[in-house]
């Protein structure tokens, strides 16, 4: 048999042509890539002469995707292994059965032909080979082998085996150029018309002569049977061999040529991207498409539902960047309330893109991000780890973006980024922030003149606002045990008619407990006001906001047993009481000791009459027995007096 002919003598246009006429895309999608990688892996292990390697841990199959398919992967791969086992003679069967083989595979794209026509390879010749690799420990594997009249010794059929892995490895290199090529973003860069026309003709006619080398190759099974026909095994190897050097001088030049475009496409879509604000769109699609279509037309998904590109537009998107693993999980969960339990929502998306801490994502990296990404309800890209590196390097160096931190950039209806980090703005305002523009950040700070409780708390506290007109005492300290007495003192009060609400902001670790929760998120609320006001605030002129929150963020912990901020939860400028240490405490224990004598007080009131000095002389007041169930109060110290009942 003579499956050979010099590459050179073709003519190659011919070819080309027939192939093209057979060649019907009809938008069906397979991850090439990994299929091509687990291929790589099934025949570099089965054809390795040391048996003892050892065996592969995982079975990455299962998670090769394909989109708009009408049969399975496992099918189609079954479909055309049965055509190429067919006996062929001579070199026109061959290349009868090769325009067979692409007439099967009209529907698909030409990196998808290789791949397919390749695991077909790796399934025949890895059911043939494994057993034999395995003989030697497996006596299970031995019997298969025998059974299959498979030759347990290698050394026969050794310089077949040799020839049949340089192919292999060869074929592999070629279809990782043609995989290359298909995935390159041509919509997004436009490239010189010969040099792209020249390297497609090259695809295809590399394309053709994979499937053939391949189907080639499984011709040859009767002599791998027969090794002890010493005479037509080395006929075998030495036509195996001239494919196999005729296929890697094919691939110098293609791979030249393929590198050539990408080098370009890149230069061209990085300069693109520093243009997106320089440049007018009439909506956001053609910018999500440079950022998010350039390898493979990435999916993005919400849950497991694939969401299109098409289906944001004139939606204001958030751009969530960080590393895979996001956020520590609270702060992460109240970013996505704070948008979406906003009535603006319905005009705004959040779309994560995650970016590894190195170029390559590690397995942890992946199954974590597919962990969060099919819990969480915003929008994500499907595939991350196959985003173009020009992309990602822009993000790293042209966007405000460091490696392990998170940042959310605005992007508008029009494609323009307005925003580079809003972050700060989502956690402070959430929803209320839309459109989340620099404009609306200053728009919304004059209405929040002081460090409001409800500025504090809102969004945050689960019953905050069912709380109005209600008092709230926040406290915070390291001193656990002043804690518990702030506590223990508070239920006294509250025991005698004090009606207030006592939030512990201690901790600032995490725990499993809602108060933990709670504490965290007003810490991470705290550092976002504070890093929002800083980019604002003039030296000229002080901000009582950007004071008041620094100095709780900043609080002498050593010097002060704690603090206490005393506040009304009705309204943002209500008037509130901050406290420090030992001062809170002595006046609590003043409020208890005149027990009764205070009661219709309220907690802020009677914690400011506290703080003053009660008068050295004894008076008296004479107030109308129906009034007598009212608190009064001296007019010098303002503490309430105690009653007595007089009659006259």
């Not at 687990?38 to 025949?43: G, K, P, S, T």
């Not at 996001?326 to 948008?339: A, D, G, N, V, W």
Request: aromatic residues 8%.
């Amino acid at each position: 048999m003579n499956s050979t002919r010099s590459i050179s003598s073709l003519n190659e246009d011919i070819i080309v042509e027939q192939i093209l006429r057979t060649h019907d895309p009809d938008g069906r999608w397979i991850d090439s890539k990994t299929l091509l990688q687990e291929v790589e892996a099934i025949l570099s292990f089965v054809l390795e002469t040391d048996v003892s390697k050892p065996l592969p841990t995982e079975n990455c199959m299962t998670n090769i995707e394909v989109f708009d398919s009408k049969e399975t992967l496992p099918y189609a791969i079954s479909r055309i292994s049965v055509q190429m086992l067919c006996p062929c003679t001579g070199e026109n069967e061959i290349h009868t059965r090769t325009m067979f083989l692409f007439d099967l595979l009209k529907e698909y794209r030409w990196d998808a032909k290789a791949v397919l026509v390749l695991g077909a390879l790796a399934a025949t010749y890895g059911g043939l080979l494994l057993p034999i690799h395995l003989g030697s420990n497996d006596p299970v594997a031995a019997s298969i082998a025998t059974l299959n009249q498979l030759p347990m010794e290698r050394t026969k059929f050794r310089p077949w085996l040799n020839s049949l892995s340089l192919l292999i490895k060869v074929l592999v290199d070629v279809t990782k150029c043609i995989t290359e090529f298909e995935r390159l973003p041509f919509k997004q860069a436009k490239l010189d018309s010969n040099l792209v026309g020249e390297t497609m003709s090259k695809i295809r006619l590399a394309t053709y002569w994979v499937v053939k080398s391949a189907l080639a190759c499984l011709q040859q099974i009767p002599y791998f049977k027969q090794p002890q026909q010493a005479t037509e095994s080395r006929s075998a190897a030495g036509e195996i061999s001239s494919l196999g050097y005729q296929l890697r001088s094919m691939h110098t030049g293609l791979s030249k040529q393929v590198e050539e475009c990408s080098t370009q496409i890149e230069e061209k879509i990085y300069q693109r991207l520093r243009n997106i604000n320089t440049e007018t769109h009439q909506d956001n699609q053609e910018v999500l498409q440079l950022l998010f279509s350039l390898q493979d037309d990435l999916r993005l998904q919400q849950y497991s539902r694939q969401v299109a590109i098409t289906d944001l537009k004139e939606k204001v998107i958030l751009l969530l960047l960080s590393k895979p693993e996001l956020l520590p999980t609270e702060p992460f969960h109240f970013l996505l309330q704070q948008l979406y339990d906003h009535p603006s929502n319905t005009n705004t998306e959040i779309l994560w893109i995650p970016i590894p801490t190195s170029q390559k994502w590690t397995e942890e990296e992946k199954q974590t991000f597919n962990f969060s990404s099919n819990s969480l309800p915003c929008i994500s890209v499907k595939r991350p780890w196959l985003m173009s590196s020009t992309v990602l390097n822009f993000l790293r160096t042209e966007w405000p973006y460091r490696d392990g931190e998170t940042m959310v950039a605005v992007m508008d209806t029009n494609g323009k980024v307005v925003n580079m980090n809003a972050m700060d703005m989502v956690l402070i305002w959430g929803g209320k922030a839309y459109p989340f523009t620099a404009s609306k950040e200053d728009e919304l700070w004059e209405e929040d003149h002081t460090l409001s409780l409800q500025l504090m708390l809102d969004g945050i506290h689960p019953e905050f606002n069912t709380w109005q007109g209600r008092e709230i005492c926040l406290l915070g300290s390291d001193d656990s045990n002043w804690v518990d007495e702030i506590k223990s003192l508070a239920r006294k009060l509250q025991n005698l008619g004090f009606e207030f609400e006592l939030i512990d902001l201690s901790k600032r670790t995490v725990d499993s407990t809602e108060e933990s929760s709670i504490q965290e998120l007003f810490w991470l609320r705290l550092e976002s006001v504070k890093r929002s006001k800083l980019k604002r605030i003039e030296s000229s002129n002080p901000d009582r906001v950007f004071e008041e929150v620094t100095e709780l963020l900043e609080f002498d912990y050593g010097e002060h047993k704690g603090w206490a901020v005393i506040g009304n939860g009705s309204t943002a400028e209500k008037e509130k009481e901050k406290i420090v240490g030992k001062k809170l405490t002595e006046r609590m224990r003043r409020i208890v000791r005149w027990g009764e004598h205070a009661a219709g007080m309220s907690f802020a009131e009677a914690i400011r009459i506290a703080e003053e000095e009660p008068c050295e002389e004894s008076h008296t007041v004479v107030v109308p027995f129906e009034e007598g169930s009212r608190v009064v109060t001296c007019e010098k110290c303002r503490r309430p007096m105690k009653k007595f009942v007089a009659y006259q």
